[in-house]
């Protein structure tokens, strides 16, 4: 367990040396804050008309989920963390495991005495601290208002843990594709394509009127838009787990074979 957590500290110490870290997390955080405050005006602005409609939708529902995630609604601005996290996760995972087999790092891991499993473990609970960190910056946003403001608790925890399902289920795709990549680049494009793939592949299906087919299950835009809405249902739970159990055993196996050739 010790040596897992020798390989977290140590990749974490490379995200917060190298810049891009740094510049994902500026200027994400710079375009959600614009969205929240593009948010909160539209909110105010039409606050008077909310408040005479019974059981209309409130701060939680105009703000604090839209900044999550534009899923549920167009809204003013493109993309929320959930979208933004399609693009940063890859680049985030990109150089986990290609970057170490692209410098030949990678067997002096192996010769270290590492399991595989460990080495996997240990770069994604790594990459998973950083992703938290920055849900926890975006949440603030929101939060900070919260005493001029009614938020629905209940709902705003449900989107939460939609939020962090999404984030764990794309960072175990990255490591994932990380461990099969030759080089940062591919491993990159390699997680974009799947995470684009698995977040839009139902589009086909609701345009053609099939909202509750095999392909919408699929679909991880359909368990998130669950849990934004602040339904939590244990199906949605287990999709997401299993997501992140698959890639993170691919990455294991794919890190044993290598292992064995050397």
């Known amino acids: 367990?010790?040596?897992?957590?020798?390989?977290?500290?140590?990749?974490?110490?490379?995200?917060?040396?190298?810049?891009?870290?740094?510049?994902?997390?500026?200027?994400?955080?710079?375009?959600?804050?614009?969205?929240?405050?593009?948010?909160?005006?539209n909110f105010l602005d039409n606050q008077i008309k909310l408040a005479a409609l019974p059981g209309g939708p409130?701060?939680?529902?105009?703000v604090g989920v839209p900044l999550l995630s534009s899923a549920l609604t167009v809204g003013i601005l493109p993309f929320g963390l959930t979208e933004l996290a399609l693009l940063v996760v890859p680049l985030l995972t990109m150089s986990s495991l290609a970057s170490d087999r692209a410098n030949g790092t990678l067997p002096l891991l192996y010769a270290s005495g590492l399991a595989p499993s460990k080495i996997v473990l240990g770069k994604y609970l790594a990459v998973l601290l950083w992703l938290m960190l920055w849900l926890l910056l975006t949440v603030a946003m929101p939060l900070s208002l919260v005493h001029g403001t009614h938020l629905d608790w209940g709902k705003f925890a449900a989107a939460m843990l939609g939020l962090i399902l999404t984030l764990a289920a794309l960072g175990a795709i990255g490591i994932a594709c990380s461990a099969f990549a030759s080089l940062p680049a591919i491993a990159a494009t390699a997680a974009l394509t799947v995470g684009l793939a698995l977040f839009t592949v139902n589009l086909a299906a609701q345009k053609a009127g099939v909202d509750n087919g095999l392909i919408n299950e699929l679909a991880l835009s359909t368990h998130l838009e669950a849990l934004l809405?602040?339904?939590?249902?244990?199906a949605d739970v287990v999709w997401f787990l299993l997501v992140i159990v698959v890639a993170l055993t691919l990455a294991t196996r794919r890190l044993a074979g290598d292992k064995e050739r050397d």
């Not at 409130?58 to 105009?62: E, I, K, M």
């Not at 809405?229 to 244990?234: E, F, I, K, Q, Y």
Request: hydrophobic share 60%.
């Open 1 to 41: 367990m010790s040596s897992m957590f020798a390989v977290t500290r140590l990749e974490l110490r490379r995200l917060f040396v190298r810049p891009l870290a740094w510049v994902l997390a500026a200027l994400t955080l710079a375009q959600l804050a614009w969205r929240f405050v593009l948010l909160l005006g």
């Open 58 to 62: 409130g701060y939680t529902d105009l």
């Open 229 to 234: 809405r602040g339904l939590v249902s244990s």
